[in-house]
């Protein structure tokens, strides 16, 4: 009875090496590959170009094996991101003032295409990310009707957006991966 069970055991944790889950992530490109990245903000949203282009450049050079240039015409992959949409709505009311929201919701729209060096469209892909802004709580009259802080809701919604182009990225390597 003990070797039935030691030897279906092994059996299984072969079993369990050799078919393991079939999902896996895409490999990351090869070392030395050049990557333009271009931001272009057609919103209202103030500095939303300069937040996600930093974003953007901070998670490529943590998480990936580009290597960014500012030179379009030597880069082996091209990003050109356009941020069109930038609105807030409210999200909640006081509860002693039904006119006055004290929370709203930044939307932002953002297009991303990657091109390859030959300018070539590899994947164009529409990004809606948002963030919550808060108005601030304190009691005094003037700060009342004051307008919500958006700064800390402008960065979030940079780093929101900056995640999902991580994740654009990922998916262009796996489509790449899959041609081979």
Request: charge should be negative; proline fraction near 4%.
């Amino acid at each position: 009875m003990t070797k039935r069970l030691s030897g279906s055991g092994i059996l299984f944790l072969i079993n369990c090496f050799f078919t393991g889950c079939p999902y896996t992530l895409s490999e990351n490109p090869p070392v030395g590959l050049e990557l333009f990245v271009e931001v272009h903000n057609e919103s209202f949203g103030l500095l939303m170009g300069p937040l996600i282009d930093h974003e953007i450049r901070k998670i490529i050079v943590k998480s990936s094996s580009y290597s960014l240039t500012s030179v379009s015409h030597t880069a082996d992959l091209k990003l050109y991101l356009t941020v069109s949409g930038y609105r807030d709505t409210p999200e909640s009311y006081d509860p002693d003032d039904s006119f006055l929201a004290s929370a709203f919701a930044l939307v932002s729209t953002v297009k991303l295409k990657w091109e390859s060096a030959s300018g070539d469209i590899l994947l164009e892909e529409i990004i809606n990310s948002d963030a919550s802004v808060l108005r601030p709580t304190l009691s005094s009259v003037s700060l009342a009707s004051s307008s919500p802080v958006d700064e800390q809701a402008r960065q979030t919604l940079a780093e929101s957006i900056a995640k999902e182009v991580y994740f654009s990225m990922r998916k262009l390597n796996s489509l790449a991966s899959e041609k081979k």
